[in-house]
């Protein structure tokens, strides 16, 4: 591909737009890990965080046609990102000087660069597609993504202390981006695709699981957790009983189901416990440390 060529720039507006679209998460995820800091380590945090992303993608630009051979890769890194989402959203309650609640700069630059690993596969992998094997426009998109990354999470910064709902906000974003980690999967093949109830289950529960996190910690102390842990479960198993059932009914009359159905299922019976923990542990208030006398 020939430098200032048609195709070239084509391709080189493409990256731009997927830089744009792409690494809005990564800024959130920064944003998001560096606002309990001091003020004057989060442009340190905003700075670092920024650099360790495109470092991150840098590596993983390399290694990640490897990476997505090994099986299960995708799943795990969108779970993980479940908790990562989690704790980034969850507040323990200190105050804006509590830094040992509210995570260290150390700690930051750690949730940030966790982070940027696993969110940073889509955005590789949309780059190196459009980039039709060109080195110079993989090295352009990297380089675009700084500043955009810098800028964006700086404005997250910003926003969030004048308007809370952003964190609901970079939850649902982070909690979108781990259902699409998993539907990607090729372990469940075009399962997903091809049984929508299923599809929006998983959105549904990866996005309304880190969302209600922020709106459950209001709660806490005023409703008991176990009832609510209770109840949840039912309504768990009650609605991925119905999609199991149906699901099979429909595609599987004669049965043969395919490796996907069984992890699924596997899902069904004891996916709900880390969800249900997340929620107890939400509702349930800390116990303060005795001060030391």
Not at 31 to 60: D, E, M, N, Y
Not at 70 to 94: C, R
Not at 145 to 174: N, Q
Not at 210 to 221: A, D, E, N, T, Y
Request: some cysteine; glycine content about 8%; overall charge positive.
């Amino acid at each position: 591909m020939e430098i200032m060529s048609v195709a070239f720039l084509q391709a080189l507006i493409a990256i731009i737009l997927i830089d744009l679209v792409l690494a809005g998460d990564n800024a959130i995820v920064i944003g998001l890990a560096a606002r309990k800091l001091p003020t004057h380590l989060q442009k340190k945090a905003v700075f670092w965080g920024a650099i360790g992303a495109v470092a991150v993608r840098s590596v993983l630009t390399i290694f990640v046609v490897w990476l997505l051979k090994i099986p299960g890769f995708l799943l795990a890194g969108g779970l993980a990102l479940i908790w990562i989402a989690y704790q980034l959203v969850t507040d323990e309650g200190g105050g804006e000087h509590n830094i040992a609640s509210g995570t260290t700069f150390r700690q930051a630059i750690q949730t940030i660069i966790v982070a940027d690993t696993i969110m940073g596969i889509d955005n590789v992998l949309a780059v190196a597609g459009a980039a039709h094997g060109s080195f110079l426009l993989v090295i352009i998109g990297l380089l675009f993504s700084i500043p955009i990354v810098m800028w964006g999470s700086t404005l997250i910064l910003k926003w969030v202390e004048r308007f809370p709902v952003i964190i609901v906000i970079g939850a649902a974003v982070l909690g979108w981006t781990s259902a699409k980690m998993i539907i990607a999967e090729p372990m469940f093949g075009i399962f997903f695709t091809e049984h929508d109830g299923w599809r929006m289950a998983l959105y549904a529960i990866c996005i309304g699981s880190i969302v209600s996190v922020p709106s459950l910690q209001k709660l806490r102390g005023k409703i008991p957790a176990i009832p609510v842990c209770f109840m949840f479960t039912l309504a768990w198993l009650a609605i991925f009983f119905y999609l199991d059932t149906y699901t099979t009914e429909k595609y599987y009359p004669t049965g043969g189901k395919p490796m996907s159905r069984y992890l699924v299922d596997a899902a069904l019976w004891i996916g709900w416990i880390p969800f249900v923990m997340m929620l107890h542990r939400s509702l349930t208030t800390k116990k303060s440390a005795p001060s030391a006398t």
